[in-house]
């Protein structure tokens, strides 16, 4: 093979030079979805609708990807530590596949392996 490095650039730029689809950090499914807010580490936030809305912080979340399930643990004002599942939609998976070391708004070097 005649100029392997160059080739071998070349093909860098084709798999890593990609251009964002949103230029404030946002995901695109966040971004252009229906679904404007997205669990984040660290986040207070109301789990529920109507009266069986729990109000907790965020302190780990998951993705089950066979389920297309966001598994999250929270945090409750009075001392509750509970676990809940929230529907993802095929463009949340997505971009979860694409970002699983900061997808829930943290760099875990563990998921970017």
Do not use: Q
Request: charged share 25%.
């Amino acid at each position: 093979m005649r100029h392997p490095d160059a080739i071998a650039v070349g093909k860098s730029l084709i798999d890593y030079l990609v251009i964002p689809t949103t230029f404030d950090g946002e995901l695109p499914s966040h971004e252009h979805g229906a679904n404007k807010s997205r669990v984040l580490i660290g986040s207070t936030s109301a789990f529920g609708e109507g009266g069986d809305a729990v109000v907790g912080t965020v302190t780990d979340a998951t993705v089950s990807e066979g389920e297309k399930k966001l598994i999250v643990s929270i945090n409750t004002p009075d001392g509750r530590h509970l676990i809940g599942e929230l529907p993802m939609t095929d463009e949340e998976l997505t971009d979860y596949r694409k970002h699983k070391d900061a997808y829930f708004g943290i760099f875990d070097k563990l998921r970017a392996s």
